[in-house]
């Protein structure tokens, strides 16, 4: 072979090659709620799914270390389930992605059907110590809950007016272990995101209503919560982070938030 059709063979594999890895990978990065789990994980795939050179992670560390994320430049988006604290709010922006409620779970041997949010917060300050005083079997209550800085206990607190009051037998770190267990313990009572219930527990009505989209997003439901987008200020996002935030925030993602559980906001 001449030296010159050798040389034109080399510089062709080059530019196959080249053409080749155009296509780079991008990362967006999320951070927060246990809470979220489901509707992050739709939404990711959904996304993804159109965009096959953009990955979304997920770490599941809670609402708390997800804002901390933010704060600290680990993360591009932070997941919350409570609203930021005015001191947060001085650097960080939070969006509503939708809404949540927060479901009164019971082991499913459990009779009770119904509760008030007084019996509610009587149950968890200690007041009522006993399913026998609400109409229930003769059996010590045992009150199921998150850790502190959770923002489903910090939205479970506010609306039930106990927060810093409640007496927890079990202080847990995920949504799926409170579920886990009141479903093993019949005399548990514990509280979950709607989005993530299974029927492995029971859940109860409050006030005579149950969790559902339209009672949720009417407000005829007393204990539910928005699910939040943290971004901070002073930063903009990457041009892939603000394509997956403007998707998850437009009308086309409603199908998918509520595949997973979660209430559209009313755009």
């Known amino acids: 072979m001449k030296k010159s059709a050798i040389i034109g063979a080399i510089l062709s594999a080059v530019l196959l090659v080249g053409c080749g890895s155009t296509e780079t990978s991008h990362t967006v990065s999320t951070d927060g709620s246990t809470s979220m789990e489901k509707v992050i994980g739709v939404l990711s795939e959904s996304y993804s799914a159109k965009h096959e050179n953009v990955k979304i992670t997920y770490n599941p560390t809670g609402s708390s270390a997800g804002i901390s994320a933010v704060s600290e430049g680990r993360c591009d988006i932070g997941l919350s389930s409570r609203a930021l604290k005015d001191e947060e709010a001085q650097t ?18 459990n009779k009770i059907d119904n509760l008030t949010v007084e019996n509610i917060a009587d149950i968890y300050t200690g007041k009522i110590t006993n399913w026998s005083e609400i109409g229930g079997d ?46 093993t313990n019949p005399n548990a009572i514990g509280y979950a995101s709607t989005a993530s219930v299974k029927d492995t527990v029971k859940t109860v009505s ?37 394509k997956f935030f403007d998707f998850c925030m437009s009308k086309e993602a409603d199908e998918f938030i509520e595949s997973a559980g979660g209430v559209p906001t009313a755009k």
């Open 92 to 109: 960080l922006d939070a969006a509503v992605l939708c809404y949540d409620g927060i479901s009164i779970i019971v082991n499913t041997e």
């Open 138 to 183: 003769d059996l010590p209550i045992v009150c199921i809950g998150r850790e502190a800085a959770s923002g489903t206990r910090d939205g479970f607190e506010s609306v039930t007016g106990t927060k810093d009051s409640c007496v927890y037998a079990q202080e847990l770190t995920s949504t799926g272990d409170v579920i886990q267990t009141v479903s």
């Open 206 to 242: 409050v006030e005579g209503v149950m969790p559902t989209n339209d009672t949720i997003l009417d407000g005829s439901y007393k204990i539910s919560r928005a699910f939040y987008f943290v971004t901070a200020k002073d930063k903009k996002l990457s041009g892939d982070a603000q």
